[in-house]
């Protein structure tokens, strides 16, 4: 009994295919019927093709039936089985070939296989309108054999199926294997390029989707960079202005007037970072670097050497110098903080080491460093232009961030700059000094 509790599942299967296939195809008519109503050209191709599509062609077959019913066939108890086997395999092969891992599995070759034995032995045993199945088994071949061994398998179905009918019927009976070989590769054909056709819709459809992801994961970099430093900033500064209004008005004015100079230009930045076109300059970085450690009471100290940097490489090392000095400013409780710029012939190194307690604030924000928002970003953008970024507690005590770049890094730090955006610099600024 299990035979016949396997064909009821199979049956239960294509029930399930077919609901699903009409589901679909009800879907796809309303998406026609609405894209020809707003005068659109529709987008979706319809539902994919299923083994109900070359179901219909077994009606090629009911000269050989008919046959069997009134009895022109000899040995008809022989030749209905053969054709029950033929149907059977018949559906088991085409259903399976809609599914690229069950086209290809040994099952469903072996069922090719004993198909076309079937279809000899009918075709030699009865002739007539029996050599018809040759057409048949031709679509079958041409749903399961798709790729570079086609033209071998067409080529030798059709041998087959003219041999066959030649000693059968004559030549009259040549056009068998015409239609066999039409069969076998108008099938293939048009199978193959509807796959190709939908494989290339779903991957253009995936690299919207990654496009729209990379593009969102840039802009939340932008506004963890711009805000999260801006804001320091502004606290900080805020502070200060707190702490210098009893007994010096007019500091504490020039603190107010700063917050505004940062907030106006955190304003101009997030615009411009939902353009995706700001670039940032390192020596603005440095100057508003040195002003926001200034304002949490840190003293700035600031080195620079070597040769000029290109303007992309001046970008990625100031947006590190924005985060690293947000985290200083933010975690460190530090007294005093160290920039350093060295350039050498072919890398630049830039250092942002503080003499912070390392184990508390800065441990949780720097030191996850490397896993954090801001600093993952970044590592990230250099790992792209050929650097690195390291971030870790300072054996001297505090905490150390060091990114490297390659000079020659242009070209590739260009494309990482226009195609993530950048997001840099909320303080005051001018041109950082060196440390005198």
């Known amino acids: 009994m299990s035979w016949i509790r396997g064909i009821t599942c199979q049956v239960r299967h294509w029930q399930a295919e077919r609901a699903r296939w009409k589901a679909d195809m009800a879907e796809f008519k309303a998406a026609q019927k609405e894209a020809r109503r707003k005068g659109e050209r529709p987008e979706n191709p319809g539902p994919p093709p299923t083994g109900f599509t070359l179901l219909p062609w077994l009606l090629m077959g009911m000269g050989s039936f008919s046959n069997l019913l009134q009895g022109k066939t000899p040995n008809p108890w022989i030749g209905g089985l053969g054709l029950f086997a ?133 802009f939340s970099r932008d506004l963890h960079d711009l805000l999260g430093h801006t804001l320091s900033v502004i606290v900080v500064k805020s502070e200060a202005a707190r702490r210098l209004a009893p007994r010096d008005m007019e500091a504490a004015l020039d603190q107010i007037t700063d917050i505004e100079s940062v907030g106006r230009q955190a304003l101009t930045e997030i615009r411009e970072a939902v353009t995706g076109y700001r670039e940032g300059s390192l020596a603005t970085e440095l100057d508003r670097a040195r002003s926001a450690l200034s304002a949490a009471d840190i003293a700035p100290v600031v080195r620079q050497s070597g040769p000029p940097l290109t ?126």
């Open 86 to 218: 033929f149907n059977s395999l018949y559906i088991y092969v085409v259903f399976r070939s809609f599914v690229k891992e069950k086209r290809q599995a040994v099952s469903t070759v072996v069922a090719l296989i004993v198909m076309g034995l079937i279809t000899c032995g009918l075709a030699l045993g009865y002739g007539g309108s029996w050599l018809y199945f040759f057409p048949l088994l031709g679509l079958a071949t041409g749903a399961v054999v798709r790729g570079p061994r086609l033209g071998q398998v067409g080529l030798a179905l059709t041998a087959l199926a003219a041999a066959v009918s030649v000693y059968r019927a004559g030549w009259d009976a040549i056009n068998v294997a015409y239609g066999t070989f039409l069969s076998t590769m108008v099938t293939a054909a048009i199978l193959s390029l509807s796959e190709a056709v939908r494989e290339l819709r779903t991957a253009r459809e995936e690299l919207a989707r990654r496009a729209v992801e990379k593009e969102r994961m840039r």
């Open 311 to 436: 303007p992309q490489n001046e970008a990625l090392l100031g947006w590190v110098v924005r985060e690293a000095v947000t985290n200083v400013v933010r975690h460190s409780g530090a007294t005093r903080c160290e920039i350093t710029l060295d350039g050498v012939l072919d890398r630049v190194r830039l250092t942002i080491a503080d003499d912070g307690t390392g184990d508390t604030g800065a441990a949780t924000g720097a030191a996850e460093g490397i896993g954090g928002t801001g600093l993952k970003g970044l590592t990230e953008r250099l790992a792209v232009a050929g650097g690195s970024l390291r971030a870790g507690p300072s054996p001297r005590g505090g905490f150390t961030v060091t990114a490297e770049l390659p000079v020659e890094a242009a070209e590739l730090t260009s494309s990482v700059v226009t195609t993530a955006g950048s997001a840099s610099g909320p303080t005051s600024g001018s041109t950082a000094p060196r440390e005198p």
